[in-house]
């Protein structure tokens, strides 16, 4: 193992793991009424209507797949009888509609962000830092399911990047896996660990506060508190 390998594919991930627990927790006793998606929907809701739903939607889309595409090993889905033709023709085709859904959203909001003067003044650097990662990975992220997987000749990312990313999970990593991928397939496995490190001091910390009781709960009933008034 090189240095670079242990400090790209090794260090760099546990810190930001460390970073990530430790700052939410920090977050969370330290300001708790700042634990917002800071939501702009009172300034303009048309194009973040859009946005807002083509981003997400994407997005766990997207992060569906890489559940399956990294957590479960190649050996199960062809135990199974998934043939590596079958697994890439999905991943492929399922993987272009998430992407391409992920940065058509991005792009309105980000368009949005710039557009409207009102908007923009809300915006801060973590934001902008936000932004910046996440562009960077969602376009080297299409640039594999597209460029290499749907267009090109394909790279089968599952013996080197899916095995490199649970051996982190198992503390017993093996970075030169993935330092054997090819470089975009590198970069795009790198900058996440700056988004997970960046997360509990951003907007992001929104995603752990869905509002799950609404699932569960009566619904509201109006009724009023006294008779109607007799004419
Ligand atoms: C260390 C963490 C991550 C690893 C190892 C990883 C790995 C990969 C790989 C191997 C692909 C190619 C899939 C294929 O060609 O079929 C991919 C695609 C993609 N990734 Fe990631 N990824 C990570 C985190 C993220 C994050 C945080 C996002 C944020 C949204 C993201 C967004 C995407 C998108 C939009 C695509 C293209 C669409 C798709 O195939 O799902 N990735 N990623």
Redesign the pocket.
Known sequence: MTVEEALLFVAL?YSSITLFVAGHIWRYRHDKFGWTSRSTQLLERRWLAWGSNLFHY??L???G??VV??LIPEQLTHAVGISEGAY?LF??A???V??LA??AGFVILVGRRAYFPRIRRTTTWTDVVVYLV?AG??V???I???G??TLGTG?N?RPT??V??RSLLWLHPEPQLIAGAPLV?QL???L??I?YAVWPFSRLVHAWSLPWQYLGRPYILYRRRYGLARR
């Open positions: 991930p994407g997005a889309a997207a992060i797949g890489h595409g990294l890439h991943a492929a399922a993987g272009t998430a992407g992920c940065i996440l990975i969602i080297l992220g299409l594999e399911t597209i290499f997987n790279y990312y990047v899916g490199w990313f397939y795009h496995a790198t996440p660990w988004l």
